[in-house]
């Protein structure tokens, strides 16, 4: 029964990552690793046998070289509209995603509490992500995610702060001195993430942090540069790279799952497009997942993207691709009968009608894709494997479900994941990725190894 946790001082902090460099470096000192978070908030999912976790999460239970499961993120908060869907154990919780937020953590406390302790009796080390930080005052009395569960875990605290942004050693001391004795002494070590820079300069901070708090700093973990999805998926805009494809990803207000693009930028010239001009001398346009398609919808119309995306769709030689709820906003209508996520006018460009249905589906599905005409010729019956997360049913002109349907240059598929498929990457872009999550995940562990104090690691894992 061991466990390590990372909490930050803020979001955007790094915990993610460094939680998923450690799910690797405790794996490779031949322990049986599960990371945890106890509640994730994202539109990111992955499909596991038994419904969804979050991207974290999924990427986390890779690195430890577990099969992930929804234990490892017992609950899920998938924003929508105003509100947020409750994921619980990989399924969705109606009735509680109807009930305020303050009002849900006592009654999701226990399956926290049951996943967490589960995957404490049947691991080696349980690496815990927190969220957010520990010291949000006003969020206290609601917390099931950070040092309530280090205290259920009996976990030792890391706490990370992303210095690249400044005012790191006042983020931790405000942190550290907001929160109450007993969880002071949680904390074991503070970690600087994201340092670059000349080291030399960091003295005498950390000493007389050390001084202030009783906790030393363990750790200063410069800027990694990696494959890896962020939390969210995408920056507003990628680097721009000449010589590869330009390829614009329309990120609507709840665009989902946008993680799975990540290899993409590996063999294309991804810009994040959120204004019509972003569209302008792409090679291909992909509308993407999305948890609200009544909503994004609006959205594409009042910025003016819709018509850039059906301009783009005019013009010889582009493609444009729908994924999921990109696949629903190409078609011509969206049926809303029992109130789920709303009805309108699609953009048109697929000879589609999609009804929007009570229920979830979500499943992974293999299938082999096919015979398409120009431009898509390439990717004719290739076999894929992918997953579904939709609460729709397409169908075209002859009503047969639509889960793969193109014409003529613009097409949409049901599945997500294909984008992670190097097959599929070198039909439609002509290029394979070069680097892999696992070489990723070893180069994380060998961050670890070089730049965090690892006699500690050990000695929290219960290693000699």
């Not at 305020?100 to 589960?118: F, G, Q, Y």
Request: glycine residues 10%; hydrophobic residues 45%; aromatic residues 6%.
């Amino acid at each position: 029964m061991t466990a390590v946790m990372i909490q930050g001082c803020t979001s955007w902090a790094g915990k993610s990552l460094l939680t998923t460099a450690l799910c690797r470096w405790y794996a490779r000192q031949g322990l049986k690793v599960a990371p945890f978070k106890a509640q994730n908030m994202s539109n990111n999912a992955r499909v596991i046998d038994g419904g969804e976790i979050g991207v974290a999460q999924w990427l986390q239970a890779r690195a430890a070289g577990v099969e992930p499961e929804a234990r490892m993120n017992p609950v899920l908060l998938k924003p929508e509209s105003g509100s947020s869907q409750v994921v619980r154990l990989g399924r969705v919780d109606a009735e509680l995603s109807r009930w305020p937020w303050r009002d849900r953590s006592e009654a999701l406390w226990p399956t926290v509490e049951n996943a967490l302790a589960e995957l404490l009796d049947e691991y080696d080390i349980v690496v815990i992500e927190g969220a957010g930080s520990p010291a949000e005052i006003n969020l206290a009395a609601n917390d099931i995610v950070n040092m309530r569960v280090a205290e259920r875990a009996g976990a030792p605290v890391l706490l990370a702060v992303d210095i690249d942004r400044g005012g790191a050693f006042a983020h931790l001391y405000g942190t550290w001195s907001l929160l109450p004795p007993h969880h002071q002494r949680r904390i074991r070590g503070f970690v600087l993430n994201r340092f670059r820079g000349d080291a030399s300069l960091l003295p005498p901070g950390p000493e007389q942090l050390e001084r202030l708090t009783g906790v030393p700093t363990v750790g200063v973990v410069p800027m990694i540069r990696h494959d890896l999805p962020d939390e969210e998926g995408a920056a507003l805009r990628a680097p721009v790279r000449g010589g590869l494809p330009p390829v614009a990803i329309v990120r609507y207000p709840t665009a989902s799952n946008l993680d799975e693009f990540a290899l993409l930028e590996q063999v294309a010239d991804v810009r994040w497009a959120t204004q019509p001009w972003h569209l302008e001398g792409a090679a291909t346009v992909i509308l993407p997942g999305s948890k609200h398609v009544a909503s994004d919808l609006a959205w594409l119309r009042a910025s003016g993207v819709d018509a850039a995306v059906v301009a783009a769709a005019g013009r010889p030689g582009v493609r444009v691709l729908g994924v999921c709820g990109g696949l629903q906003l190409l078609g011509r209508r969206l049926e809303d009968p029992f109130g789920v996520d709303g009805a309108g006018d699609g953009l048109g460009l697929l000879p589609l009608t999609t009804t929007f249905e009570r229920d979830k589906l979500v499943r992974r599905r293999s299938l082999s894709l096919p015979v398409f005409g120009e431009p898509w010729a390439a990717l004719s019956g290739l076999g894929v494997d992918g997953y579904e997360i939709r609460q729709g049913r397409t169908v075209g002109e002859a009503g047969a479900d639509a889960v793969v349907v193109s014409e003529g240059n613009v097409a949409g598929w049901y599945l997500h994941g294909l984008f992670e498929d190097a097959a599929v990457l070198e039909a439609l872009f002509g290029g394979r990725p070069t680097r892999s999550l696992d070489a990723t995940f070893e180069r994380l562990a060998d961050v670890v190894q070089d730049h965090l104090d690892t006699r500690l690691l050990r000695s929290l894992a219960g290693l000699s």
